[in-house]
């Protein structure tokens, strides 16, 4: 199994980044997939996550910034991101059962 994010890089406060998280080994449609996401100095924490069914769930900072969304054709899993601060600058990571994917750095600066 393999998850390998994409998609991070500088952005300044206020601008968006999207994601994508590329799955191999397992399929997307058939598992619960997850975004977390780890800040400097701490802990790593959940983000969002999309249920096999579908159903959605944020964490309440993200709620109406962040959108999860998946390709099931393209084995992939997305999170987009607007109206970003600093306090969103932090490692994402895709998560897929027991699976982790290596992240992709997110940062937000003038």
């Known amino acids: 199994v393999q998850l390998v994010e994409s998609g991070g890089g500088l952005v300044q406060p206020g601008g968006s980044l999207r994601l994508s998280c590329a799955a191999s080994?397992?399929?997307?449609?058939?598992?619960?997939m997850a975004w977390y996401r780890q800040a400097p100095g701490k802990e790593r924490e959940l983000v969002a996550a999309?249920?096999?069914?579908?159903?959605?769930n944020y964490a309440d900072s993200m709620k109406g910034r962040f959108t999860i969304s998946r390709d099931n054709a393209k084995n992939t899993v997305y999170l987009q991101m607007n109206s970003l601060g600093p306090e969103d600058t932090g490692v994402y990571y895709c998560?897929?059962?027991?699976?982790w994917g290596k992240g992709t750095l997110g940062t937000v600066s003038s």
């Open positions: 998560n897929g059962v027991l699976y």
């Open positions: 080994g397992i399929y997307v449609s058939l598992n619960p």
């Open positions: 999309i249920t096999r069914g579908g159903s959605i």
